[in-house]
């Protein structure tokens, strides 16, 4: 009998678990990830935005990948009209907004500064507590039953798998960072192999410009045009 009430309580449990498996799912994605790279034009100032709701967060990491300079002006403002940070001249930053207003956010990158490069830039977005309320969140433990017979406590399970998740995620925007920075340096390093090319044909030329004139002008001191009369 003892055998037989072990499995009853297993089944509820897990008949439990597996009637919430979405509910569960659903309050793990309160953190969305986004990054886009794209090309800003020399003169130019492009903006965008974002939706936010309140007590939300919001997280934003820039880079110029490519670009005379490797510079360019960054700032956020609020639906209010506030600017929140602002960055003049700077290759790359990370500003984070907590308990944010309900509303449009725009973040600008401007190169208006300079009149002939364009810059290529990249910038990485996460947003938490976007989706549900912390009440909504917590709704799934009312319909979690048994637990207490097999002593598991599903709040102890949901810490390590946030905890895992949280982690997975900073791993996935370290590596997303690491990539804008290798793609960065390879540009410079691109331009810096092509100005070292041409540099060095100029010199070349130069040194055979200077060669043949040196030629030229000893050969003309050994030249003798005057006519011998017999």
Not at 15 to 27: D, G, H, K, Q, T
Request: aromatic share 10%.
């Amino acid at each position: 009998m003892e055998v037989v009430r072990a499995l009853v309580c297993l089944l509820s449990v897990f008949a439990a678990l597996v009637s919430e498996r979405f509910v569960v799912l659903a309050s793990f994605s309160q953190s969305l990830d986004s990054d886009f790279t794209f090309t800003l034009p020399a003169g130019r100032k492009e903006c965008f935005y974002q939706t936010m709701k309140r007590d939300a967060s919001l997280e934003l990491e820039y880079q110029v990948l490519d670009g005379a300079g490797l510079d360019v002006d960054f700032l956020i403002t609020a639906p209010s009209g506030q600017v929140v940070f602002s960055d003049y001249h700077k290759s790359d930053g990370v500003h984070t907004v907590v308990d944010t207003e309900d509303g449009d956010y725009m973040f600008c990158f401007d190169n208006t500064f300079s009149a002939l490069s364009e810059k290529l830039v990249f910038f990485e977005l996460i947003l938490d507590n976007m989706e549900k309320d912390e009440e909504e969140a917590e709704d799934w433990k009312e319909y979690v039953q048994g637990t207490d017979v097999l002593d598991m406590k599903m709040e102890d399970i949901m810490d390590t798998i946030n905890n895992v998740k949280a982690r997975l995620v900073k791993s996935v925007h370290i590596q997303t960072v690491l990539r804008a920075f290798e793609a960065r340096d390879r540009n410079v390093q691109e331009s810096n192999f092509e100005r070292v090319n041409f540099w060095s044909v100029v010199n070349v030329v130069v040194l055979m410009v200077i060669s043949g004139v040196q030629v030229y002008l000893v050969r003309s001191l050994f030249d003798d045009k005057r006519r011998i009369r017999t």
